[in-house]
C-alpha cells in the first residue's frame, strides 16, 4: 500500500542554522505534499505544500522541492529561530482518487538551541 | 478567526463506556476527515465524510467504531465499547468543495481509557 518515509526522526540544530527534513512516497500517483508543524498539545498546522506540477517552492525562510522521478520531498528552513522547534510531518495524497487519506511520514522532531 | 473546533479536548472514559467526539469544520468547509495518533507516531487515516455521506472508511475499524457528518451539526465519531487500546488522539481536518484542498485540522480530542 501506500507509504510515506522521513528522515531524520530526530533533528537538533543551533539557532540561525538550516534544518532539512526529506521524505520519500511510494505511490508514484501521488500528486499533493503538505507539510505540517504540531507543537505540544496542539494539532498539525499548515505550513507549506506543494503539488506534483511544481519542482520548489519558497515562503519567507521556509522551502519545499519536489523531485517526482526519485519520489523524494524534502522541508528546508532557513535561519532557524527557537519558535520553529516542534515535530514536523510530511504527507502525501492523490487527490485524483476517491479519498482524501493524506499518508503521513513518522515525523521529526526539531529541536533549536539559542 | 473560527478554525477547525473540536471538542471536548480531554476525554476520560472506563472500558466498556461510549466515546463521543465532536467536530465543526471552518465556515465554509464541507469535506471532513477524523485521523488518530497513538503516542510517538504520526497520524493515521480513519474517515472522509461529505455532508450526509461517507465517502472513504478504509481505515476505521469495522467495529465498535462509527462516524457521520449530518446536514446540521458537527460530525460525529463514536467509539462503543471502548478499549484500553482506543487511547489515543483523535484529530479532525476540513477542506472547502473539492477534495483536491488543503486540510486544516483542529487540536484534537485527547482520549483516555481508564
Known amino acids: 500500500g501506500e507509504n510515506v518515509e522521513q528522515h531524520p526522526s530526530t533533528l537538533s540544530v543551533q539557532e540561525g542554522d538550516s534544518a532539512v527534513i526529506k521524505c520519500t512516497y511510494s505511490d508514484s500517483a501521488s500528486n499533493y505534499f503538505p507539510w505540517y508543524k504540531q507543537e505540544l498539545g496542539k494539532g498539525p498546522q499548515l505550513i507549506i505544500d506543494?503539488?506534483?506540477?511544481?519542482g520548489e517552492k519558497k515562503d519567507q525562510r521556509i522551502a519545499v522541492t519536489l523531485n517526482k522521478t526519485a519520489k523524494h520531498f524534502s522541508l528546508h528552513i532557513t535561519e532557524t529561530q527557537p519558535e520553529d522547534s516542534a515535530v514536523y510531518f510530511c504527507?502525501?495524497?492523490?487527490?485524483?482518487?476517491?479519498?482524501?487519506?493524506?499518508?503521513f511520514g513518522q515525523g521529526t522532531t526539531l529541536q533549536v538551541k539559542p | 478567526n473560527a478554525g477547525v473546533m473540536q471538542n471536548p479536548r480531554h476525554l476520560v472514559r472506563r472500558r466498556g463506556q461510549e466515546a463521543r467526539l465532536r467536530c465543526s469544520p471552518m465556515?465554509?468547509?464541507?469535506?471532513v476527515y477524523w485521523y488518530r495518533q497513538l503516542p510517538e507516531e504520526g497520524l493515521k487515516f480513519m474517515v472522509y465524510l461529505q455532508k450526509e455521506n461517507i465517502i472513504d472508511e478504509s481505515g476505521m475499524p469495522k467495529e465498535r467504531f462509527s462516524a457521520e457528518f449530518p446536514k446540521e451539526g458537527p460530525s460525529i465519531l463514536r467509539i462503543q465499547q471502548v478499549v484500553r487500546g482506543d487511547s489515543a488522539a483523535y484529530f479532525c481536518?476540513?477542506?472547502?468543495?473539492?477534495?483536491?484542498?488543503?486540510?486544516?485540522f483542529g487540536d484534537g480530542t485527547r482520549l483516555s481509557i481508564l
Open positions: 506543494i503539488r506534483s506540477n511544481v
Open positions: 481536518a476540513s477542506s472547502p468543495q473539492g477534495r483536491d484542498q488543503p486540510q486544516h
Open positions: 465556515k465554509g468547509h464541507s469535506h
Open positions: 504527507a502525501a495524497i492523490t487527490f485524483s482518487s476517491n479519498t482524501g487519506k493524506l499518508i
